[in-house]
């Protein structure tokens, strides 16, 4: 029985991108294709400490590479879990769940499809850059039908019924004229032991009359001595685990011994992937048992805010007879846990030392890395330690909350920030003009998540942590310019708090403002303006909006003029238009938009127009 099957759209237009591009490293297929099986072996491997019936019958696990030089084919099998046809149609013919429209716009966006191809799941499809058609040949474990797999890559493919004594999965490329070396031994051997070296199965170069050869060392590269392995080899492990091929920015490889022990090789990627931010987002951690690969899946064995991090874990504690959901909630998982973020943060200190090298990490990783102060109560000073922050001392170095510290004056008992959209917004902030003359530094942050790590992070070291608004410090500066009457004051703040009553809940006088001639300010305790705006950008109900606080300068000319003007009805109506423009300066200031943006505008120009 055959069924013909046209590919999805978004398929179609990955085979097209990767059928018509041009690639320095053909090579990738082969790699990806190794590990395809090294997966579909792992998956039977841990299905069959179960199903005892589903082990292999002789020998153990293997893969096995058959060139063919005459024929100009070359043969890719494994005796792993194998696949239906079911299997065939959802792994191979669709690949939605890959992202295949995010790696099509990526492509056209990065122009490197080498870097992409394994990040998106697509690495099967790397078979086409050197193949004019491509046979699958697969029978799935604990089932009696095999499935043959046919397609040139270009319009669709076809299902056929199949013979095929043993499970597992034969993948046999047709290899175009410019790709022929791929039918090479030699070429062949080279490639594997160069890329593949660290699979843990034995990868079989089978030469037809001259026997079998066992090409790499088809050992766990995690349970190896250190001082075996090589960069190369630790490299080329990495981008087998991340299906990427940049090198990382670092890798961590320890034994750990003691209460429970297990084996853990570690990697900070040098670029962060394109779904750091997705909700659902997997894991990047494998966990072993013995060298049994268990799951992919665990959640909670590294905590969400270093999700970054991908690599292996390796434990002869954990019980390999219970299922993955009882796994997950085993006490040792908790221990082991501990145990690697301590390693990680440990390592992450050592690596401060270089702040350019440091900071190609946090540019990368640090809006995730951050979260672990809001969410890991045991490791959030340490965490906080190890972020880096804007800050008004210098426009251009990132701080950290010690070198803060070793900055604070004398009398200085807290840790000020500021949050907001931008950086350069917030340096204009009026609300910092008063700490810029005293020489009191502020953190400038920028990222949603800095407004809840502030609230649960009160305190570092012996310094509170406190929003500028709720600054408790003498912030009053000697001054003797002229100030506004006291009487002629309380008429314009009365003035405007009836004036603006549908969106300011008090107007006040501010001995902290000191260009500016206003400032948005909030209640104390209250939620910040930006937390605000960004909870109603996300559509999220803010049924407890803050009493927003319009600050006057009585020391700004402006506002003297105004508070002189403000009594004679004559120029209420003009002492009104001045008074919105400058509630919508303080608005544009705080980030936020004007009320009227006609208005201002046209306010604006009017006014310009007249100094002129």
Request: overall charge negative; proline content about 2%; charged content about 30%.
């Amino acid at each position: 029985m055959s069924e013909k099957i046209e590919f999805q759209t978004e398929v179609a237009k990955l085979l097209d991108i990767v059928v018509n591009s041009l690639y320095s490293e053909k090579y990738i297929f082969l790699r990806e294709l190794i590990s395809n099986a090294s997966d579909a072996c792992d998956k039977l491997k841990y299905w069959s400490l179960m199903n005892k019936e589903v082990a292999p019958k002789s020998g153990g696990f293997k893969i096995v590479i058959t060139p063919d030089e005459k024929e100009k084919t070359l043969t890719i099998s494994d005796n792993g879990i194998g696949m239906n046809k079911e299997d065939l149609i959802n792994h191979i013919g669709t690949i939605a769940k890959s992202g295949t429209a995010d790696f099509v716009k990526n492509v056209k966006d990065n122009g490197s499809i080498v870097d992409l191809i394994g990040q998106f799941g697509v690495g099967f499809y790397s078979a086409f850059m050197v193949a004019k058609k491509v046979e699958i040949t697969t029978k799935k474990a604990g089932e009696k039908k095999a499935y043959l797999w046919v397609s040139d890559g270009l319009d669709g493919y076809e299902i056929i019924d199949a013979k095929k004594q043993s499970n597992g999965t034969d993948i046999k490329l047709f290899l175009k004229d410019d790709a022929k070396d791929f039918a090479d031994s030699i070429y062949l051997r080279h490639i594997i032991r160069t890329y593949s070296d660290h699979v843990e199965y034995p990868i079989v170069l089978n030469l037809g009359k001259a026997g079998e050869e066992t090409v790499n060392t088809a050992s766990a590269l995690w349970t190896r001595n250190k001082g075996e392995i090589t960069d190369e080899q630790y490299k080329e492990f990495y981008r087998h685990l991340s299906k990427n091929m940049d090198d990382p920015w670092l890798t961590l490889h320890f034994k750990a011994e003691g209460s429970i022990e297990y084996n853990a090789l570690l990697y900070i990627p040098s670029t962060a992937p394109y779904d750091l931010f997705q909700p659902d987002r997997q894991q990047n951690l494998k966990l072993y048992v013995n060298k049994v690969f268990i799951s992919d899946k665990i959640e909670g064995l590294m905590p969400a805010y270093l999700r970054f991090v991908k690599g292996v874990i390796d434990s002869s504690d954990l019980p390999l007879n219970i299922s993955r959901e009882m796994l997950q909630q085993n006490a040792l998982l908790s221990k082991i846990r501990q145990g690697v973020v301590s390693r990680i943060l440990k390592e992450l200190k050592k690596r401060t030392k270089d702040y350019d090298d440091y900071l190609k990490f946090w540019n990368a990783f640090g809006i995730a890395f951050k979260e672990g102060i809001y969410e890991d109560f045991s490791n959030r000073e340490e965490v906080a330690s190890l972020s880096l922050f804007a800050s008004t001392n210098d426009k251009l170095r990132l701080t950290t909350l010690d070198e803060y510290i070793s900055r604070a004056k004398e009398d200085q008992k807290a840790i000020y920030y500021i949050t907001g959209d931008d950086v350069s917004t917030l340096r204009h902030n009026p609300q910092l003009e008063a700490f810029k003359e005293k020489g009191i530094e502020v953190l400038l942050l920028t990222h949603p998540i800095d407004e809840f790590w502030t609230q649960v992070l009160t305190s570092y070291k012996t310094f509170a942590v406190k929003h500028i608004s709720t600054a408790d410090i003498n912030l009053k500066i000697e001054r003797n310019e002229k100030k506004a009457d006291e009487g002629d004051l309380k008429k314009l703040t009365d003035f405007m708090a009836e004036l603006f009553k549908s969106e300011v809940g008090k107007v006040e006088i501010s001995e902290k403002l000191t260009k500016s001639p206003a400032a948005l300010n909030v209640e104390n305790g209250q939620m910040s303006i930006h937390l605000e705006r960004l909870m109603r950008n996300h559509q999220q109900q803010t049924a407890f909006a803050s009493t927003r606080i319009l600050e006057l300068n009585p020391y700004h000319p402006l506002i003297i003029k105004l508070s002189e003007m403000v009594s004679n009805d004559e120029k209420k109506n003009e002492v009104a238009d001045v008074s919105r423009l400058i509630l919508d300066q303080a608005k544009i200031a705080e980030g936020e938009t004007v009320s009227d943006a006609a208005f201002f505008s046209e306010k604006l120009s009017q006014y310009i127009l007249q100094s002129l």
